[in-house]
């Protein structure tokens, strides 16, 4: 099976720089993926890993290292939209399994 | 324009009734997902459904079931609702299962509360 460990909340204040992390554990591994949720939406897709390295999309990254089964989102110049839950999840062959969620909350 | 569309955003219904979800995409994708995310915001995938293959959660009731009229159409079908089944389901889609899997597009949402 798979599992997956990312914190449960992360506070944070406008214009600061956060970063969630993401452990995981699984056999069969093909990349990370980064969803964000806003409360009563939908997960959107953020960003994909398969390599290890950074991976940058405007304020947010994305950043893998598959030997250490770790990898992090960043978000830098923080926004009162960018509270949100955030979710790491695993590609397994044709499957995405998800952490938990990270809770983020931005204050003025 | 909606890319993945759900209904019925809301649903309230007895134990024991049967019910079920319409979703539908038109980005062209050929691989559907249903989902369950509970009270705590675990994500759960429940059915991972393209033309050639329907991959089940082991974990899923067989009360649940997914039907396919088409590529672009993956509904779900409870039978036998129980109080455990109330949370938000949500349908997804993306590429081919091997290309795009990573990347999925999820509906709105359907709110399920069994009484």
């Known amino acids: 099976g798979q599992s997956l460990e990312q914190p449960s909340e992360v506070t944070a204040v406008e214009g600061a720089i956060v970063q969630i992390n993401c452990t995981y554990q699984?056999?069969?591994?093909?990349?990370l993926s980064w969803y964000q949720q806003h409360d009563g939406g939908a997960p959107t897709f953020l960003s994909y890993n398969a390599l290890d390295g950074l991976e940058e999309t405007g304020r947010f990254s994305s950043f893998l290292s598959r030997s250490d089964s770790y990898g992090y989102l960043l978000l830098q110049e923080l926004q009162m939209k960018d509270s949100a839950s955030y979710f790491c999840?695993?590609?397994?062959?044709?499957?995405?399994?998800f952490g938990k969620g990270t809770m983020l909350l931005v204050s003025p | 324009d909606t890319a993945v569309s759900q209904t019925p955003k809301y649903l309230v219904t007895q134990m024991g009734n049967d019910k079920s979800i319409k979703c539908e995409q038109n980005?062209?994708?050929?691989?559907m997902y249903w989902y369950k995310q509970d009270s705590k915001k675990f994500l759960k995938i429940m059915f991972s459904?393209?033309?050639?293959?329907?991959?089940i959660n082991e974990t899923v009731p067989n009360r649940f079931s997914p039907k396919s009229p088409d590529k672009a159409h993956l509904n779900l079908h409870i039978n036998s609702l129980e109080l455990g089944d109330s949370a938000v389901y949500f349908c997804?889609?993306?590429?081919?299962?091997?290309?795009?899997?990573?990347?999925?597009?999820f509906g709105p949402g359907t709110r399920l509360t069994v009484t």
């Open positions: 980005l062209g994708h050929d691989t």
């Open positions: 999840a695993v590609r397994v062959y044709s499957t995405l399994t």
């Open positions: 699984t056999s069969g591994f093909y990349g």
């Open positions: 459904y393209n033309n050639k293959e329907l991959i």
């Open positions: 997804a889609s993306s590429r081919s299962s091997g290309q795009g899997v990573h990347e999925q597009y």
